[in-house]
């Protein structure tokens, strides 16, 4: 199998949201994906935006992607690369192709001179936290995520 990554262009935006979909049903979440082929044109590819994504191709057909931006870190005054989501259709899991798109994402945070390649991952995830294992990345387990969204976003915001 010949994989190659490329840089997404707006022209994917459906493939992007295709993953995008497989991805929240693998992750048993499917009935919350909100994203239309529009809103991932506009957040990813339009002004202003903050995130970048990169296609996973297997002779030139989408197997995958990753979609990614810029955090920051006060104690290293650096950049971040914060990784939102990696995923590689079934038909090419255990090729792979999942840690040669994090190899690349590796190589932009370096380029870019950030001082961390940060990501998080579902504690059940298994097959993924093994890939995670065996390239060397470290679990934060000393930092709780936390979270506000939709409603109540919206009500600590104090906006109806």
């Known amino acids: 199998m010949n994989f190659t990554i490329r840089p997404a262009t707006p022209e994917d935006a459906a493939v ?4 995008i979909i497989e991805l929240a049903v693998y992750e048993k979440a499917g009935h919350e994906v909100e994203a239309t082929e529009e809103t991932v044109r506009s957040s990813i590819f339009g002004e202003g935006s903050v995130t970048d994504a990169v296609i996973l191709e297997a002779d030139d057909k989408p197997a995958g992607f990753a979609v990614w931006f810029y955090s920051y870190s006060t104690w290293q005054a650096k950049n971040g690369l914060y990784l939102e989501d990696l995923y590689v259709s079934p038909d090419f899991r255990g090729s792979g192709a ?3 798109l994090l190899k690349h994402l590796a190589r932009v945070a370096v380029e870019k001179g950030c001082g961390r390649f940060e990501w998080s991952v579902l504690d059940w995830n298994e097959p993924a936290i093994r890939v995670y294992d065996a390239v060397g990345a470290e679990p934060q387990n000393e930092w709780i995520r936390y979270r506000l969204a939709g409603q109540k976003l919206k009500d ?3 906006i109806a």
């Open 16 to 19: 992007i949201l295709g993953f």
């Open 98 to 100: 999942g840690k040669l």
């Open 156 to 158: 600590f915001a104090g």
